[in-house]
């Protein structure tokens, strides 16, 4: 029986397969085509639990814990999670980025009342190695829900995963909180004039987490390439990573590798987004570097936190004492992304962003704001008239980024999140190639998307 434990690269336990059946290959068939169910049980219920160091806090957590157990799928899985709500409020669970049915998207469409229970069942697409993460998505109340401590990350790997399995893996979940002195999570009524700054700037907290950790230390052997998956699970918090003294090999973004490795020495992670970075050993034994978070400003001045200008360390990278490792040869072609076929387009889509309204208009369940075909493929235009940034994701379906501000992107990406920067204006193509039914686009700053910024596309045959 396969089991889950036997693929942990992760800094926390993952999740307990409760059952894992239908593991077949077919007749001569490769590993690729080998088809396995999951089977897992995720539980949202109260719990009080050390966040930060020294004080407990009354939080909901997944299965006990925050973040939840990191779900580690492969492509071509069948994925059976058995949610229990054992919150006294209803949620969902999101599957953030997931190409899946509507149906089991966990959108505020499908609310799971409190005291029930709800099986999402979906099948992992090939090609969709990547990481990914899962959170509830209520109507109203998705930031509070993650606020007090629901989200966790998916890994989804490929047999002919490109890049070398000796790399040891690093998964990095990172999110903020803010706690009032009694060690509560400290969420303000964004009606009252205290929660004011939240509502504007969507909620930021002044710890920053790692795992659920505060600055933990990762070790590294000098010489080693490690790859480090990057979850940005925060409510509002971009981060602008970089790590002192060191270059970073970026290999992925949202829906997976890139075609080729892109060498920078730092990558902005907006809320929502996920990277795939390769980190060199370059230091030598006994060095020690930290990851920090750059000033990113992407505030209007009136609400910008004061000391938005600090940079945060996140993490502290310590060298072993052991003798280098011999270099490792990184390949130059990871694999392809397929350009979306711009000739094929049928749709344009204006998107016009203002304070908490796309399009002049607030989220209505009832309402739908674009209708799309099947099959079709449409360039959507992302105009932000105001002045903060607002990070735009679309559910179900992976997308490419064509140009910000008519700046060609200079690489090919699946994306589900891309940051519309400050009175800018991102396009990006995508084809409904499968899936029909109602999908949610909003900004995923969790304050202005639970206050309206969202709308629903509805694809049909
Ligand atoms: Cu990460 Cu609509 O969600
Ligand atoms: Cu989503
Ligand atoms: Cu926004």
Redesign the pocket.
């Known amino acids: 029986m396969p089991s889950l434990s036997g693929v942990v690269f992760t800094l926390f336990p993952v999740l307990p397969v409760v059952a894992a059946a239908g593991w077949w290959a077919a007749p001569g068939a490769g590993t690729a085509n080998r088809l396995r169910t999951v089977e897992v049980t995720l539980t949202a219920s109260p719990a009080r639990l050390t966040l930060q160091p020294g004080v407990t806090s009354d939080v909901f957590a997944y299965n006990g814990r925050v973040p939840g157990p990191t779900l580690e799928l492969k492509e071509g899985d069948r994925v059976v999670v058995h949610f229990r709500n054992e919150l006294a409020e209803p949620s969902t669970i999101?599957w953030?980025g997931l190409h899946i049915p509507a149906s089991a998207d966990g959108?505020p469409f499908h609310p799971v009342a409190p005291g029930t229970q709800h099986d999402y069942v979906f099948t992992i697409p090939i090609g969709s190695a990547g990481t990914y993460?899962y959170?509830p998505?209520p109507h109203h109340l998705t930031g509070h829900q993650v606020a007090k401590g629901l989200y966790g990350a998916i890994i989804v790997r490929a047999d002919d995963d490109p890049l070398p399995a000796s790399l040891p893996e690093r998964l990095l979940v990172l999110s903020d909180n803010r706690f009032l002195e009694d060690g509560s999570i400290d969420i303000r009524d964004p009606l009252k004039p205290s929660g004011r700054v939240d509502a504007e700037n969507g909620r930021e907290g002044e710890v920053v987490f790692v795992n659920g950790e505060v600055r933990p230390t990762l070790s590294i052997r000098s010489g080693q390439v490690q790859r480090w998956r990057i979850v940005n699970a925060s409510a509002a918090r971009m981060y602008r990573l970089s790590l002192r003294g060191h270059r970073f090999l970026h290999v992925g973004s949202d829906g997976g590798l890139f075609e080729h490795p892109v060498d920078t020495t730092e990558v902005v992670l907006a809320v929502?987004e996920r990277v795939e970075l390769l980190v060199r050993g370059s230091g030598i034994p006994g060095d020690r570097t930290v990851l920090e978070a750059l000033p990113y400003d992407r505030y209007i001045p009136q609400t910008r936190p004061v000391n938005w200008r600090e940079p945060r360390d996140l993490l502290v990278l310590q060298y072993t004492d052991e003798s280098p490792v011999p270099p490792v040869t990184i390949p130059g072609r990871l694999r392809p992304v397929p350009a979306l076929d711009t000739t094929r387009v049928t749709a344009k889509r204006l998107m016009v962003l203002t304070q908490h309204l796309i399009n002049g208009q607030s989220m209505d369940l009832t309402r739908v704001d674009e209708r799309a075909r099947l099959g079709a493929t449409e360039i959507w235009e992302i105009e932000n008239l105001v002045g903060m940034d607002h990070p735009f994701?679309l559910?179900g379906f992976q997308f490419q980024v064509i140009d910000r501000n008519g700046v060609p992107e200079p690489f090919r990406s699946w994306k589900d999140v891309v940051n519309v920067p400050k009175h800018q204006t991102v396009r990006f193509i995508v084809r409904y190639d499968d899936h029909p039914g109602k999908w949610?686009y909003?900004c995923?700053i969790l304050d202005h998307?639970d206050h309206g910024m969202m709308g629903v596309l509805e694809v049909t045959r």
């Open positions: 999101h953030h959108s993460w959170h998505h929502g994701h559910h949610m909003h995923h998307e």
